[in-house]
């Protein structure tokens, strides 16, 4: 059978650019093709931006009752700096996007998640982490309640869960068990020590 679109005619007044259905089709998915990679392409390109064009900084900081002057890519978070610059280990990586606060320190008396927040914003600020918790070998009593009251099994967490106790603990929300375990809820234990962990943190607000 003769196809349609071959078999017709053109009138007098066609116009000189039209094509049959099957060229048509043809030409569309040349050009849809190309048209639709574009965007791979650039994708590519923007993958290879050189990545030793990024800025730095020198911050200045008190940690643990000892200044340091880092200089940082502006992009490192406090954690990072923290751990892979000074050498402070204690505070620890988890979820590394701020949902388990197992990085928790303090930052001027405040506590917060030191992988949500950049190193250069903490230019000049007193910084408290689990190193510095203890006076020589003499244990913090928070610390030392972990201990009595089994509040750690694995012990990943233990830094953060001490750390952000200690913040609870000077905020004055430690009225009730209750109270404890919500101030405290920001920080996962994976092996599950969180009864432990509030009796530690509420015997630690009675000696305070």
């Not at 990679?37 to 994708?43: D, E, Q, Y």
């Not at 590394?96 to 190193?119: E, H, K």
Request: hydrophobic share 35%.
């Amino acid at each position: 059978m003769t196809d349609i679109d071959d078999a017709q005619t053109e009138p007098p007044h066609a116009c000189p650019f039209r094509m049959n259905r099957r060229a048509f089709v043809g030409t569309t998915v040349v050009v849809g093709g190309a048209v639709a990679s574009l965007p791979l392409f650039a994708g590519c390109a923007s993958d290879s931006v050189d990545e030793t064009d990024t800025a730095s900084a020198t911050v200045r900081l008190t940690v643990n009752g000892e200044e340091h002057d880092v200089s940082v890519d502006t992009r490192t978070s406090l954690l990072d700096m923290l751990r892979d610059r000074i050498g402070l280990t204690g505070t620890k990586k988890g979820c590394d996007q701020g949902a388990c606060g197992a990085c928790t320190i303090l930052v001027d008396n405040q506590r917060i998640v030191s992988c949500l927040t950049l190193a250069v914003m903490h230019d000049g600020a007193e910084i408290t982490t689990i190193e510095g918790v203890a006076d020589g070998d003499r244990l913090h009593p928070l610390q030392q309640a972990f201990i009595d009251h089994d509040g750690l099994q694995c012990g990943y967490c233990t830094p953060g869960q001490i750390m952000s106790g200690l913040g609870c603990i000077a905020e004055g929300h430690t009225g009730s068990d209750a109270e404890i375990q919500e101030w405290m809820s920001g920080n996962i234990c994976r092996c599950g020590a969180y009864s432990n962990i509030v009796t530690a943190v509420a015997a630690a607000a009675r000696q305070a």
